[in-house]
């Protein structure tokens, strides 16, 4: 018998180390990294035999793959917000892993998915099984959302083997599977804790595979440990998890606000990078299918320091108001403040508006924010900071009709931005009519939205003058 081959992994997010150390290089967590053995292959399975002839073992002969062949309806959430994200639904046989933060819903969404699946498709059944509360408990959450339907299931299970034996129990006539969570499940034929590198990537292999064989769409709920560099949440266990599974959805908001964001990072049956955004009650998770009006304020007379810009998440267009404040200070180092944006590219914005629009910003603090805590990275953005902040710092009033759509290069050059046409229409139907862009767009724009007014501007200095004349 072969011997086996031990290395160190950090039993928090996986990290792998060629010998043990006190201190994870990943996570920054001490007392982590743990001997692990690779993982045997399984039994049938052969790459070559000892003299280097092929398996006489082979599973099955590969597919040969016809134009006409289609993969089937998707499987509808019952979340309008949620299909359109998966590209219309779930793929039978697709796995998704979604991930946040402890306490942001991710129960509740997953309930509320499955509770819908098993409305819509009376004839199946919809399992949920969950390894950190009782099936009592679950079923205090279910009643609360009105998760009702008689042909969902919930059960409590923390192994892996009964686990299956339940899908088994059901198949072929099971929709789709839920575990809450992966870290909870633990199988007996393999060493270690239960939310373990080992055990994470046993139960999540042996959970693909009974999808893939059986064509039931299974969703898995991570958990996450938080990274010392304030960088965001890591996936609890390993990360290896998320190279498994078929896409990945990470559930995001301020644990004190009711807003909940599920951003798709990774989609192997569409488009990936799309954004949905929720609202968190006591009766459960709601849609918001236009989310626009919560980055925007509502006012009847404009006010210095604001201008409106149309950012994207993913293929959606969104309305969102870009706000500076400029104030005299006595310090010697002014402050500078930013929530919402990229620090450093406001900070190269202020220069460029500081030289374009001759506004004196050196010996004042600057605060720039934007409107519902919605975050932007993208560039489109900077024409909308450059103009509230020298509004700001004028106490010059942007119309309210005007929005600002284009990026600002360091010589204050504007420059056209992707899917500016949709940007377009997004504005002109929330009531800004008029809008700055970057030259050469009009062409493409006005086929597709004649009613808007386009201001192409070159420079910064240009659409500073438009704005306010």
Not at 210 to 220: F, P, R
Not at 434 to 449: E, K, W, Y
Request: with cysteine; net charge negative; aromatic share 2%.
């Amino acid at each position: 018998m072969p011997a086996t081959k031990v290395t160190y992994a950090c039993t928090e997010c996986g990290t792998p180390s060629l010998r043990w150390v006190g201190k994870c290089p990943g996570c920054g967590q001490y007392s982590t990294v743990e001997e692990v053995s690779a993982p045997t292959p399984a039994a049938g399975i052969r790459t070559a035999d000892t003299n280097g002839t092929t398996p006489t073992n082979s599973a099955r002969s590969p597919l040969e793959i016809q134009p006409e062949t289609e993969a089937g309806p998707r499987l509808s959430t019952g979340l309008t917000e949620l299909d359109r994200v998966l590209s219309g639904g779930l793929v039978h046989g697709q796995i998704v892993l979604m991930y946040g933060a402890p306490g942001l819903g991710k129960s509740t969404i997953a309930l509320t998915a499955a509770n819908n699946i098993a409305a819509i498709n009376p004839n199946k059944v919809v399992l949920y099984i969950s390894g950190e509360e009782s099936a009592t408990q679950v079923a205090m959450r279910a009643r609360r959302i009105h998760a009702i339907a008689d042909n969902l299931r919930i059960a409590s299970e923390t192994n892996l083997d009964t686990a299956l034996g339940h899908l088994t129990q059901h198949s072929p006539n099971v929709a789709l599977v839920v575990v809450d969570s992966v870290q909870a499940l633990a199988s007996p034929h393999v060493e270690g804790r239960a939310g373990g590198v080992a055990q994470t990537m046993e139960v999540t292999s042996a959970l693909v595979r009974i999808a893939k064989e059986s064509g039931t769409a299974v969703i898995l709920i991570g958990q996450t440990v938080k990274s010392t560099d304030n960088s965001g949440s890591n996936l609890a266990g390993t990360r290896a998890i998320a190279h498994a599974v078929d896409s990945l959805l990470e559930l995001s908001g301020d644990p004190d606000s009711a807003l909940r964001t599920v951003a798709l990072t990774k989609n192997r049956f569409g488009d990936s990078n799309e954004v949905s955004y929720y609202q968190q009650g006591p009766e459960g998770i709601e849609e918001i299918i236009d989310p626009s009006g919560l980055f925007r304020s509502e006012r009847t007379t404009p006010i210095a320091g604001t201008c409106v810009s149309v950012s994207a998440d993913g293929r959606r267009p969104m309305i969102t108001e870009i706000q500076a404040l400029v104030a005299h200070t006595n310090s010697p180092n002014p402050r500078r403040g930013v929530s919402g944006l990229d620090v450093n590219r406001v900070a190269m914005l202020t220069a460029v508006t500081e030289r374009a629009t001759r506004a004196r910003l050196y010996d004042k603090d600057l605060f720039t924010a934007t409107i519902g805590g919605r975050r932007i990275s993208e560039p489109s953005a900077d024409l909308a900071v450059c103009l509230a902040i020298a509004s700001a710092a004028t106490d010059t009033p942007m119309p309210m009709d005007l929005a600002a759509i284009a990026e600002v290069t360091l010589s204050g050059e504007l420059r056209p931005v992707p899917m500016i046409a949709l940007r377009v229409m997004e504005a002109v139907r929330l009531g800004y009519p008029r809008i700055i862009v970057a030259p050469g767009v009009r062409d493409s724009v006005q086929r597709r939205c004649p009613e808007a007014i386009l201001i192409e501007t070159t420079t910064l200095k240009e659409a500073w003058h438009a704005a306010t004349n």
